[in-house]
């Protein structure tokens, strides 16, 4: 029987709820069978930051990134590993450093997708830089910022294009809360989006790998209270619809954790907010929820390991345009085709028999686990913050 043990490595920033998590339930586990009587055991380990060479081997096989988005001397290790070593990371650092918000907007415009209609307002503050007063001068071009704002329609949001963690977000009304926000706005660079009033649901979803989990989200509330245990609040086909758009921009841009956001009125699903690298898997937030995001995040880890799925560096965009410009096609039709496509890419049914057959007693370890004191020891110390 051939033994292989697989590294893990968490590239981590203040958090500690969810790795220490983790690292017991990956420790619970134990090995697993792999095809052709294979045997494979998990090591997991947290990342430290240090010099490294570009031709230097590192020891992980796959890892986690909950830093690199603000980091950039472990983003640029990323990098190097996933390029010259084949060290398989949950998400793409080159499609997270060029794709903002903004760009995933873009992208999901020109597959169809009912995002709402957004302008890019250019700087309100100069850029500091020394040749910014004479490019200005002659072609920044004058604007009416009202006619834009009247253009949308009231009431709007004004938001960052690379957005994140409520920065900058703002509701605006009218005329004057315009020019407040757009003065206040800086050198951050702003999106106007016309807002979705009077919506039934705001469905967030959180993807890992080939799983999604759609929660019913209030984004008013504190902590855990937005995340609402709730297994009913979507018609099946809305629900489907929810799924499909999360996963479609993850397999396009090949992100492996992430969230998106998702307004639902009636029957339309409204998508405003994806391209998250860091999605929210705090114990204090997603409580409920969280013992299904740690196990998603080891089965999903495992599978990739275990049958040595490779990594893809390249995006697949034509195929995904192609779709979108089947005139012949209607909405429904073009959803259930990116959706092949997105299954096609994560692998979806290899992964859920991959399951079935190999991880049948994952289950009932992290309900163990849960129950237990470690669990209870867990929440103690997070809440405290220790
Ligand atoms: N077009 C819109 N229509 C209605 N509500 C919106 C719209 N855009 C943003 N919002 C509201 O503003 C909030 C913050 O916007 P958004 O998610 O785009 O910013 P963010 O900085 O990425 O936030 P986070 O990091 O919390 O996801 C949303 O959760 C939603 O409640
Ligand atoms: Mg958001």
Redesign the pocket.
Known sequence: MTDTTHLIGLLLGTEEDWPRAFEEILRRLGPVKGPGGTRHSFDCERVTIEPFGLRDRPRYDLAIDRLAYWYYHPREWLKKVALMDSVYLLNSPFTFQSME?HAAYCAMMRLGLKV?ETVLVPFKHPVDNARYAYTAAKYNQAFDLDAIAERIGYPL?M?PYD?????G?SQIRNAAELHAAYDQSGEMLMHL????EDYDV?ARSLSIGAETMVMRFR?DQPMHLRYAVDHSFLSPQSGREVVTIGRLVNAFFRWEFNSC?T?VKGTEVVP??YA?ACPDVALTSLHYYFPWAMKALVKWCVFVLVTGRRPRLDLDAGRYFEIADDAGASYAQKLEAYRELADDYFETERYEDFCVARLPHLDEIVLNWVAGPGFDQLLVRTVRSE
Not at 163 to 167: F, K, Q, V
């Open positions: 918000k709402p949001f938001k957005g994140g963690a409520w920065r977000v989006q016309r807002a979705i705001f984004p956001e307004l405003i907010d998250n």
